[in-house]
């Protein structure tokens, strides 16, 4: 069955704390993995797509790594505005769009 | 500019009532997918459709109905018959099997 597992499930951080959050997957088949930042009573923000194992995308303090059963969202020096929920979702090589979605990982950021 | 609108913000119910929540985007996507958000769990599907007249049911359907009549609008009616209709709605579009994006969701609430 496929399946995502985010942790941890929570996150405290001091302002410039680095830290990374995990994403662990078993898909039959990876067509690609997604990051999303969702603040508070808002839709999911679109962060990354990652396809291939060894791939790597940067956007700002963010960093998004890929292997073939885990992927990591790096924070470096984050800022309290970086406090939000971080999604990770997969989609198989299925024949249809679904996504599989983790439970999230809810990032803190204290000043 | 383009993007995807969910109407209302906010959405009462009361018992044995049928309620439908609006999702309209004009990013020219032809896939669209309804999800529900509860606390501590992930996005679970709902309904998606890949073309216009076309919709499947996702992991959750039971108790809800869709319609996409219009490339554009993918409306979402929640039944009588969801018996635990309460959380928070959220509405995605994509291009094909490429990256989901979302709307600002729907907060449904049982009165």
């Known amino acids: 069955e496929d399946q995502v597992t985010q942790s941890p499930e929570a996150l405290r951080l001091q302002e410039g704390e680095s830290s990374s959050l995990n994403c662990s997957y078993t898909?039959?088949?990876?067509?690609?993995l997604f990051w999303y930042r969702q603040d508070p009573g808002k839709g999911p923000e679109f962060l990354f797509t990652l396809y291939s194992a060894g791939e790597e995308k940067e956007k700002e303090r963010l960093k998004a790594t890929l292997t073939k059963k885990e992927s990591f969202l790096h924070i470096t020096a984050p800022k309290p505005e970086d406090s939000a929920t971080y999604l990770c979702a997969v989609q198989a090589h299925s024949g249809t769009y679904k996504y599989i979605f983790g439970t999230g990982t809810r990032l803190k950021v204290l000043a | 500019d383009g993007g995807i609108t969910q109407s209302p913000k906010y959405l009462f119910r009361k018992e044995g009532q049928n309620v439908t929540l609006s999702c309209e985007q004009n990013l020219n996507h032809d896939a669209m997918y309804w999800y529900r958000q509860d606390p501590g769990q992930g996005l679970r599907l709902i309904y998606y459709s890949q073309i216009v007249n076309d919709f499947q049911k996702g992991d959750i359907a039971e108790g809800y109905s869709v319609s996409r009549e219009k490339k554009e609008s993918f409306p979402l009616t929640v039944t009588s018959a969801q018996k635990n209709p309460t959380a928070f709605y959220l509405c995605?579009?994509?291009?094909?099997?490429?990256?989901?994006?979302f709307g600002p969701g729907t907060r449904l609430l049982v009165l």
């Open positions: 898909v039959s088949g990876l067509r690609g």
């Open positions: 995605a579009s994509s291009m094909g099997s490429e990256t989901q994006y």
